[in-house]
Antibody, heavy 117, light 110 residues
Framework: EVQLVESGGGLVQPGGSLRLSCAAS????????MHWVRQVPGKGLVWVSR????????SYADSVKGRFTISRDNAKNTLYLQMNSLRAEDTAVYCC??????????WGQGTLVTVSS | QSALTQPASVSGSPGQSITISCTGT?????????VAWYQQHPGKAPKLMIY???NRPSGVSNRFSGSKSGNTASLTISGLQAEDEADYYC??????????FGGGTKLTVL
């Protein structure tokens, strides 16, 4: 069974930083692209970032480019999202997602990030 | 990276069919056959229902079908059931090597 467990969310002041983690199990982590998708409670899904299977390539939504960095440790089956210069509009639940062929196959339950003073 | 356009809400009675549209541009929906649809029940993680425009993952009911014409993709649910009531989102790969979601459609089964 695929399991994705996010952690690292919390309350942070504007301009602050957080590092999210996603522990993966139940599939061959090193063979799959991974994504972060965020959702403001009660609102829609927003794609944030993706990383390829060996970590050599990544892409970002314009809204987070230059502030967020996605990475992975295939030895630890863990995905990361380093978030810097956080803004109020970054407040959301952040989910890690296993990617199939240009689709989002399995989703974690997410970790809540709140940016507020 | 503008969101794909979906109707905010649709409704139908049990047994009926409904269609949800998802409109983008030639840089996303119209340019690639990488349109997918997701179902999300309240408090739950999204579930993949359709991928590559019209393919169903194993275990998804054949009451769900997808199609695409030009820059608009569509999800059709036939034989509506009470458990189909949920939010539905489309997504597409884009020419910028990114992904974009639609704003979501709330399906109400009357």
């Amino acid at each position: 069974e695929v399991q994705l467990v996010e952690s690292g969310g919390g309350l942070v002041q504007p301009g602050g930083s957080l590092r999210l983690s996603c522990a993966a199990s139940g599939f061959t982590f090193s063979s799959h692209w991974m994504h972060w998708v965020r959702q403001v409670p009660g609102k829609g899904l927003v794609w944030v970032s993706r990383i390829n299977s060996d970590g050599s390539s990544s892409s970002y939504a314009d809204s987070v480019k230059g502030r967020f960095t996605i990475s992975r440790d295939n030895a630890k089956n863990t995905l990361y999202l380093q978030m810097n210069s956080l803004r109020a509009e970054d407040t959301a639940v952040y989910c890690c997602v296993v990617s199939g062929n240009f689709r989002f196959d399995y989703w974690g339950q997410g970790t809540l990030v709140t940016v507020s003073s | 990276q503008s969101a794909l356009t979906q109707p905010a809400s649709v409704s139908g009675s049990p047994g009926q069919s409904i269609t949800i549209s998802c409109t983008g541009t030639s840089s996303d929906v119209g340019g690639y056959n990488y349109v997918a649809w997701y179902q999300q029940h309240p408090g739950k993680a999204p579930k993949l229902m359709i991928y590559e425009v019209s393919n169903r993952p194993s275990g998804v009911s054949n009451r769900f079908s997808g199609s695409k014409s030009g820059n608009t993709a569509s999800l059709t649910i036939s034989g509506l059931q009470a458990e189909d009531e949920a939010d539905y989102y489309c997504s597409s790969y884009t020419s910028s090597s990114t992904w974009v979601f639609g704003g979501g459609t709330k399906l109400t089964v009357l």
